[in-house]
């Protein structure tokens, strides 16, 4: 990805799991808007927000895990296009 354009978006970090984590993915989880900057006057949602990878239903984290959501369009448009490949199975059915 390219870092200026990362750079120029609004994002949220978490490094750990704290109460305001819980509070973004327990909003997340009952289906609230998405958390945008507090003072925000145009009301927008962060575009990228990143932190630890938690358990469905339960304040448990993944240790060693982190996960990305990109919220936005323009978070979307900074993202290098897929690498898409066809992968036919040999002659013994496998793929390789």
Same mark, same amino acid.
């Given at each position: 990805?390219?870092? !200026?354009?990362?750079?120029? @978006?609004?994002?949220?970090?978490?490094?750990?799991?704290?109460? !305001? *984590?819980?509070? @973004?993915?327990?909003?997340?989880?009952?289906?609230?808007?998405? $958390?945008?900057? /507090?003072?925000?006057?145009?009301?927008?949602? *962060?575009?990228?927000?990143?932190?630890?990878?938690?358990?469905?239903?339960? /304040?448990?984290?993944? $240790? !060693?895990?982190?996960?990305?959501?990109?919220?936005?369009?323009?978070?979307?448009?900074?993202?290098?296009?897929?690498?898409?490949?066809?992968?036919?199975?040999?002659?013994?059915? @496998?793929?390789?």
């Amino acid at each position: 990805m390219n870092r !200026d354009q990362i750079a120029a @978006l609004e994002c949220l970090s978490f490094v750990r799991a704290s109460s !305001d *984590y819980w509070d @973004l993915v327990s909003d997340c989880r009952i289906g609230f808007a998405p $958390h945008q900057r /507090q003072g925000n006057a145009s009301g927008s949602a *962060y575009d990228v927000v990143y932190g630890p990878v938690s358990l469905w239903a339960q /304040q448990l984290i993944i $240790h !060693d895990a982190d996960q990305v959501s990109f919220h936005t369009a323009k978070a979307v448009a900074a993202l290098p296009p897929p690498n898409v490949y066809d992968v036919a199975p040999s002659s013994n059915g @496998l793929f390789p």
